[in-house]
C-alpha cells in the first residue's frame, strides 16, 4: 500500500448518513457534488457514508476492532493501517444509496453501483478496491477516490 499523506486543506460536504459532518478537498467535493447530481438526473440516489478520516481516526477504529477481539489479520483485510487509507487524503468517499445496507458487497448489485460504474470515471473517481486488487483489501464496491484529472 502506498502512504497517503492526511491532507490540510479541507472542506465541510454535506452530513453523512448517521449525521456525522463530513469533509473533502474543495476539488474531490466538487466532483462529488457533480456526481451525487448526474446520479440524481439519471433516478439514481447516491450518499456519504464516510470521507475524510485523520491518522488518528484510523489507528482508532483498528483499536477498537483488536479490542473486539478481531485479529490483525482480519482488521488489515477491512480497514488499511493508519498513514495507508485513501481516507486520508480528503479524496476518497465511501458511498451508499438507499434500499441497501451501508459497507456491504451487495451494493454492487444495485443500480447505485452500476451507475457508478459506468459514470464515475467521468467525474474522476475510481473503486479503489476491486475483488482480488493488488493491496489485499475485501473488494469495496462502496469505496471510491476522486484521482485529479491532467489537462
Keep these: 500500500m502506498p502512504l497517503c499523506e492526511e491532507a490540510a486543506d ?3 460536504t454535506e452530513a453523512d448518513i448517521y449525521g456525522r459532518p463530513q ?8 466532483a462529488w457534488k457533480g456526481m451525487k447530481a448526474g446520479a440524481a438526473a439519471d433516478g439514481v440516489t447516491l450518499f456519504l457514508i464516510s470521507a475524510f478520516r485523520g491518522i488518528d481516526y484510523q ?13 490483525i489479520e482480519e482488521v488489515l ?6 498513514g495507508y487509507s ?12 438507499t434500499g441497501c445496507d451501508a459497507l456491504v458487497e451487495a451494493f454492487e448489485f444495485t443500480e447505485a453501483f452500476r451507475w457508478l460504474e ?5 467525474y474522476s473517481f475510481f473503486m479503489s478496491y476491486p475483488r ?11 469505496h471510491w477516490c ?6
Design 10 to 12: 479541507l472542506v465541510d
Design 23 to 30: 469533509r473533502l478537498t474543495k476539488e474531490a467535493f466538487h
Design 59 to 71: 489507528h482508532d477504529v483498528i483499536a477498537r476492532k483488536l479490542r473486539g477481539g478481531r485479529s
Design 77 to 82: 483485510q477491512v480497514n488499511c493501517a493508519p
Design 86 to 97: 485513501e481516507h486520508h487524503t480528503g479524496r476518497a468517499i465511501d458511498v451508499g444509496t
Design 118 to 122: 459506468s459514470n464515475g470515471n467521468e
Design 132 to 142: 482480488k486488487n493488488q493491496f489485499g483489501i475485501k473488494y469495496e464496491p462502496w
Design 146 to 151: 476522486f484521482q485529479k484529472r491532467e489537462k
